[in-house]
């Protein structure tokens, strides 16, 4: 991702600000995205209670080392059950973290310091260490993902 790194225009407040999700273009739905690679570790639902548990163990499209998606454009089709985010859905999902933009912008949050929207800094999110670099492990089969819990404060 790269950043326009001239001056904004100082009486204009940023999009994510002024516009709901919904009303969002495109591209600036796309750059909400701090790359964290949260959403994209395996989770583990209770068939009982329904319960999210977090794993460390990443997708098979997760670069460890960018926290980017391999293959965004065709992940749908690649891994059927990637779960596309839209206004809607970011309303349900109680298992997005508690830093996505997503969720904060849905829940009538700000954006935090740290995110590269405010930053103008596509390294701010590993600066700040709230990104799954180093943390993750990569593709591992379904049966030993129980073996992988984590408990991570912002999840």
Not at 3 to 18: E, G, H, I, V, Y
Not at 43 to 71: H, P, S, V, Y
Not at 124 to 136: D, Q, T
């Amino acid at each position: 991702m790269t950043f326009d790194k001239s001056l904004p225009d100082c009486n204009q407040a940023p999009f994510w600000r002024t516009k709901k999700l919904k009303a969002m273009s495109h591209q600036e739905w796309e750059s909400l995205c701090d790359g964290c690679g949260k959403c994209c570790l395996n989770k583990i639902e209770d068939n009982k209670t329904g319960k999210i548990f977090q794993t460390n163990g990443a997708c098979r499209l997760l670069d460890l080392k960018t926290c980017r998606c391999t293959d965004y454009r065709h992940r749908k089709k690649r891994v059927p059950n990637c779960v596309q985010l839209s206004p809607d859905l970011v309303k349900t999902l109680s298992w997005l973290p508690r830093t996505c933009a997503y969720r904060l912008l849905g829940e009538g949050k700000d954006l935090p310091d740290w995110h590269p929207l405010r930053a103008g800094d596509d390294t701010s999110v590993p600066k700040a260490k709230v990104s799954v670099k180093g943390e993750a492990v990569g593709e591992m089969e379904t049966k030993v993902l129980n073996q992988h819990l984590v408990d991570w404060e912002d999840f």
